[in-house]
Structures are given as structure tokens and as C-alpha cells.
């Protein structure tokens, strides 16, 4: 399923804790990380490579945590069947 509705308003309620701009590539895609519809927009399915790019003053700590949860925070909270 990938990023559906729960798994992304977890991943923008962390986004928004940041003040450096956050955005989800996915191809030729590029979202703004800290909006529910834009991540929901950019149809992150299972398996899809997606590459995260922090631009701003707490960049690199916003990256390790959203990086954290992405590979691996959001299958423990939501449960492997949730994500796939």
C-alpha cells in the first residue's frame, strides 16, 4: 500500500517538527513533506525507492529522523501488513 493516510500523517506530523524545508522525491516527483495531501499526492507505493532532501538549519537532524522512521518506525508502528 505504501504511503496511505496513517503512515503519512505520521511521517508529516514529524516533518513539521523541523524548521528547515523537507521534501519527498519520487521520480520525477517533488513534494513538500510536511503536507498530508502532497505526500498522499505523490502515490508512494510498497517498493518505491524515495529520496529525502532536508534544505535549512536543522537539516541533518530532521534527515537521520525521518530516515529512521521511514526504513524502519513506521512498519513497528503500523505493522508490516500496513506498509505492504
Avoid: W
Avoid at 20 to 35: D, F
Amino acid at each position: 500500500m505504501g504511503l496511505h493516510l496513517r503512515p503519512a500523517g505520521i511521517l508529516c506530523k514529524q516533518a513539521t517538527r523541523y524548521q528547515c524545508r523537507i521534501q519527498l522525491e519520487t521520480g520525477q516527483n517533488s513534494v513538500n513533506a510536511k503536507s498530508v495531501l502532497s505526500v498522499l499526492g505523490a502515490c508512494v507505493r510498497c517498493g518505491d525507492e524515495v529520496r529525502l532532501v532536508c534544505e535549512g538549519p536543522d537539516e541533518r537532524q530532521a534527515f537521520e529522523e525521518l530516515k529512521d522512521l521511514m526504513e524502519n518506525k513506521l512498519e513497528e508502528q503500523l505493522g508490516k501488513e500496513s506498509l505492504c
